[in-house]
Protein backbone atom coordinates (compact mmCIF):
# COMPACT_ATOMS: atom_id res chain seq x y z
CA UNK A 1 0.00 0.00 0.00
CA UNK A 2 1.27 3.45 -1.01
CA UNK A 3 2.63 5.83 1.74
CA UNK A 4 0.62 9.24 2.63
CA UNK A 5 1.74 12.22 3.74
CA UNK A 6 -0.44 14.87 5.11
CA UNK A 7 -0.70 17.71 6.92
CA UNK A 8 -1.25 17.24 10.35
CA UNK A 9 -3.74 20.05 11.18
CA UNK A 10 -5.46 22.73 9.55
CA UNK A 11 -7.79 25.74 10.52
CA UNK A 12 -10.23 27.31 8.88
CA UNK A 13 -12.92 29.96 9.38
CA UNK A 14 -16.44 29.04 8.26
CA UNK A 15 -17.28 29.89 4.95
CA UNK A 16 -14.41 29.45 3.36
CA UNK A 17 -13.08 26.86 0.99
CA UNK A 18 -10.63 24.33 2.43
CA UNK A 19 -8.04 22.45 0.27
CA UNK A 20 -6.31 18.83 1.77
CA UNK A 21 -3.38 17.70 -0.05
CA UNK A 22 -2.49 14.72 0.29
CA UNK A 23 1.23 12.82 -1.13
CA UNK A 24 1.57 9.47 -2.26
CA UNK A 25 4.57 9.22 -4.39
CA UNK A 26 4.58 5.74 -4.90
CA UNK A 27 1.11 5.12 -5.68
CA UNK A 28 0.33 2.23 -7.66
CA UNK A 29 -1.20 1.77 -11.39
CA UNK A 30 -3.77 0.00 -10.01
CA UNK A 31 -4.45 2.04 -7.38
CA UNK A 32 -7.28 4.32 -5.84
CA UNK A 33 -7.36 7.86 -3.92
CA UNK A 34 -10.07 7.52 -1.32
CA UNK A 35 -10.65 10.26 1.68
CA UNK A 36 -12.31 9.55 4.48
CA UNK A 37 -14.02 12.10 7.28
CA UNK A 38 -13.95 10.42 11.23
CA UNK A 39 -15.57 13.31 14.17
CA UNK A 40 -14.69 12.46 17.80
CA UNK A 41 -15.84 9.08 19.09
CA UNK A 42 -17.39 7.69 15.38
CA UNK A 43 -16.28 5.70 12.94
CA UNK A 44 -14.88 6.44 9.97
CA UNK A 45 -17.44 7.88 7.13
CA UNK A 46 -16.51 7.94 3.68
CA UNK A 47 -16.43 11.16 1.74
CA UNK A 48 -15.03 10.37 -1.89
CA UNK A 49 -13.14 8.64 -4.27
CA UNK A 50 -11.32 8.73 -7.44
CA UNK A 51 -8.56 7.28 -9.53
CA UNK A 52 -7.67 10.42 -12.02
CA UNK A 53 -8.81 13.88 -13.00
CA UNK A 54 -11.43 15.08 -10.83
CA UNK A 55 -14.10 13.55 -8.93
CA UNK A 56 -16.93 16.00 -7.71
CA UNK A 57 -20.03 14.70 -5.25
CA UNK A 58 -22.60 16.71 -3.16
CA UNK A 59 -19.63 16.85 -0.30
CA UNK A 60 -16.82 17.58 -2.17
CA UNK A 61 -14.01 17.70 -4.97
CA UNK A 62 -11.34 15.37 -5.12
CA UNK A 63 -8.87 17.03 -7.89
CA UNK A 64 -6.08 14.67 -8.96
CA UNK A 65 -2.99 15.61 -11.43
CA UNK A 66 -2.11 13.63 -14.40
CA UNK A 67 1.11 12.36 -12.16
CA UNK A 68 -1.13 11.07 -9.86
CA UNK A 69 1.20 11.19 -7.52
CA UNK A 70 -0.90 13.84 -5.24
CA UNK A 71 -4.38 14.48 -4.60
CA UNK A 72 -6.38 17.30 -2.76
CA UNK A 73 -9.78 17.03 -1.66
CA UNK A 74 -11.88 20.60 -1.55
CA UNK A 75 -14.36 21.23 0.81
CA UNK A 76 -16.28 24.40 -0.60
CA UNK A 77 -17.87 27.12 2.08
CA UNK A 78 -16.82 24.48 5.78
CA UNK A 79 -18.74 25.18 8.28
CA UNK A 80 -18.12 24.55 12.19
CA UNK A 81 -19.62 20.98 11.73
CA UNK A 82 -16.61 20.07 9.37
CA UNK A 83 -14.53 20.03 12.37
CA UNK A 84 -13.10 16.25 12.02
CA UNK A 85 -9.98 14.39 10.98
CA UNK A 86 -9.87 13.83 6.84
CA UNK A 87 -8.11 10.57 5.92
CA UNK A 88 -6.46 10.25 2.54
CA UNK A 89 -5.96 6.58 1.74
CA UNK A 90 -4.52 4.75 -1.08
CA UNK A 91 -4.42 1.34 -2.56
CA UNK A 92 -6.70 -1.06 -4.35
CA UNK A 93 -8.92 -2.48 -1.45
CA UNK A 94 -10.14 -5.30 -3.28
CA UNK A 95 -11.79 -8.51 -2.01
CA UNK A 96 -10.24 -8.90 1.55
CA UNK A 97 -7.58 -5.95 1.71
CA UNK A 98 -8.34 -3.52 4.75
CA UNK A 99 -7.93 0.12 4.48
CA UNK A 100 -4.92 1.06 6.39
CA UNK A 101 -4.59 4.61 8.03
CA UNK A 102 -2.55 6.91 7.97
CA UNK A 103 -2.52 9.93 10.92
CA UNK A 104 -5.04 12.43 9.18
CA UNK A 105 -5.13 15.82 8.96
CA UNK A 106 -6.96 17.71 11.45
CA UNK A 107 -9.59 20.12 10.26
CA UNK A 108 -10.35 22.83 13.04
CA UNK A 109 -13.09 25.35 11.68
CA UNK A 110 -13.62 28.07 13.48
CA UNK A 111 -16.89 30.61 13.64
CA UNK B 1 -26.19 3.61 2.35
CA UNK B 2 -25.01 0.03 4.08
CA UNK B 3 -25.15 0.59 7.63
CA UNK B 4 -23.00 -1.31 10.28
CA UNK B 5 -23.94 -1.52 14.02
CA UNK B 6 -22.00 -1.87 17.03
CA UNK B 7 -23.26 -3.07 20.43
CA UNK B 8 -22.52 -1.89 22.46
CA UNK B 9 -21.61 1.49 22.11
CA UNK B 10 -19.80 2.29 25.24
CA UNK B 11 -18.68 -0.17 28.08
CA UNK B 12 -16.82 -0.01 31.45
CA UNK B 13 -15.60 -3.28 33.23
CA UNK B 14 -13.27 -4.59 35.65
CA UNK B 15 -9.55 -5.71 35.10
CA UNK B 16 -9.93 -9.17 34.61
CA UNK B 17 -12.85 -9.58 33.10
CA UNK B 18 -13.86 -10.29 29.73
CA UNK B 19 -15.88 -7.99 27.06
CA UNK B 20 -17.75 -9.17 24.11
CA UNK B 21 -18.00 -6.28 21.38
CA UNK B 22 -20.51 -7.25 18.30
CA UNK B 23 -20.32 -5.99 14.58
CA UNK B 24 -23.52 -6.11 12.64
CA UNK B 25 -23.62 -4.95 8.64
CA UNK B 26 -27.63 -4.17 8.67
CA UNK B 27 -28.76 -4.19 5.02
CA UNK B 28 -26.01 -6.18 3.39
CA UNK B 29 -23.55 -9.52 3.43
CA UNK B 30 -20.45 -8.87 4.55
CA UNK B 31 -17.62 -11.93 4.13
CA UNK B 32 -14.85 -10.17 5.50
CA UNK B 33 -15.34 -7.46 8.67
CA UNK B 34 -12.41 -5.11 10.13
CA UNK B 35 -11.65 -4.91 13.69
CA UNK B 36 -9.90 -1.51 14.30
CA UNK B 37 -8.45 -0.17 17.24
CA UNK B 38 -8.00 3.69 17.83
CA UNK B 39 -6.57 5.31 20.94
CA UNK B 40 -7.04 9.21 21.83
CA UNK B 41 -5.45 11.62 19.40
CA UNK B 42 -4.20 9.08 17.29
CA UNK B 43 -5.23 6.77 13.89
CA UNK B 44 -6.66 3.85 13.39
CA UNK B 45 -5.00 0.54 14.19
CA UNK B 46 -5.88 -2.44 12.13
CA UNK B 47 -6.25 -5.67 14.43
CA UNK B 48 -7.57 -8.05 12.51
CA UNK B 49 -9.31 -9.44 9.39
CA UNK B 50 -12.22 -11.29 10.22
CA UNK B 51 -13.41 -13.78 7.08
CA UNK B 52 -16.84 -15.69 7.61
CA UNK B 53 -16.79 -19.13 8.65
CA UNK B 54 -12.65 -19.24 8.88
CA UNK B 55 -10.03 -17.68 11.17
CA UNK B 56 -9.46 -14.43 11.49
CA UNK B 57 -6.01 -12.89 10.54
CA UNK B 58 -4.35 -10.78 13.25
CA UNK B 59 -2.13 -8.20 12.40
CA UNK B 60 1.47 -8.32 14.21
CA UNK B 61 1.53 -7.32 17.42
CA UNK B 62 -1.89 -8.55 18.53
CA UNK B 63 -2.06 -11.36 20.41
CA UNK B 64 -5.04 -13.90 19.02
CA UNK B 65 -5.64 -15.21 22.74
CA UNK B 66 -6.59 -12.03 24.18
CA UNK B 67 -8.83 -10.62 21.29
CA UNK B 68 -10.86 -12.91 19.79
CA UNK B 69 -12.55 -12.84 17.07
CA UNK B 70 -15.83 -14.71 15.58
CA UNK B 71 -17.17 -14.16 12.19
CA UNK B 72 -20.40 -16.56 12.45
CA UNK B 73 -22.37 -15.21 9.84
CA UNK B 74 -22.23 -12.60 6.67
CA UNK B 75 -23.99 -10.26 9.08
CA UNK B 76 -22.45 -10.77 12.43
CA UNK B 77 -18.97 -10.80 13.24
CA UNK B 78 -17.80 -10.64 17.38
CA UNK B 79 -14.45 -9.07 19.26
CA UNK B 80 -14.36 -10.61 22.58
CA UNK B 81 -11.63 -8.93 24.86
CA UNK B 82 -10.59 -11.55 27.48
CA UNK B 83 -9.13 -10.69 30.49
CA UNK B 84 -9.36 -6.78 30.14
CA UNK B 85 -6.66 -4.58 31.73
CA UNK B 86 -6.48 -0.93 31.84
CA UNK B 87 -4.34 -0.55 28.82
CA UNK B 88 -6.96 -2.43 26.88
CA UNK B 89 -8.84 0.69 27.18
CA UNK B 90 -9.75 1.84 23.44
CA UNK B 91 -11.85 2.49 21.11
CA UNK B 92 -13.12 -0.57 18.93
CA UNK B 93 -14.12 -0.18 15.82
CA UNK B 94 -15.47 -2.55 12.91
CA UNK B 95 -15.85 -1.96 9.60
CA UNK B 96 -17.18 -4.30 6.86
CA UNK B 97 -16.92 -4.78 2.62
CA UNK B 98 -20.32 -5.11 0.76
CA UNK B 99 -20.57 -7.96 -1.51
CA UNK B 100 -22.77 -6.39 -4.11
CA UNK B 101 -20.96 -3.27 -3.92
CA UNK B 102 -18.63 -2.14 -7.12
CA UNK B 103 -17.06 0.49 -5.42
CA UNK B 104 -13.78 -0.29 -3.75
CA UNK B 105 -15.45 1.01 -0.18
CA UNK B 106 -15.25 0.11 3.30
CA UNK B 107 -18.19 0.71 5.87
CA UNK B 108 -17.66 1.43 9.20
CA UNK B 109 -19.44 1.13 12.25
CA UNK B 110 -20.14 3.76 14.81
CA UNK B 111 -17.12 2.11 17.55
CA UNK B 112 -17.39 0.70 21.39
CA UNK B 113 -15.95 2.76 23.61
CA UNK B 114 -13.99 0.06 26.04
CA UNK B 115 -12.82 1.65 29.32
CA UNK B 116 -11.25 -0.82 31.76
CA UNK B 117 -11.02 0.20 35.23
Known amino acids: LAKTTQPISMDSYEGQEVNITCSHN???????ITWYQQFPSQGPRFIIQ???TKVTNEVASLFIPADRKSSTLSLPRVSLSDTAVYYC????????????FGKGTRLSVIA | GAVVSQHPSWVICKSGTSVKIECRSL??????MFWYRQFPKQSLMLMAT?????????EQGVEKDKFLINHASLTLSTLTVTSAHPEDSSFYIC?????????????FGPGTRLTVL
Open chain 1, 26 to 32: NIATNDY
Open chain 2, 27 to 32: DFQATT
Open chain 1, 89 to 100: LVGVYSGNTPLV
Open chain 1, 50 to 52: GYK
Open chain 2, 95 to 107: SAKSLDRGRNEQF
Open chain 2, 50 to 58: SNEGSKATY
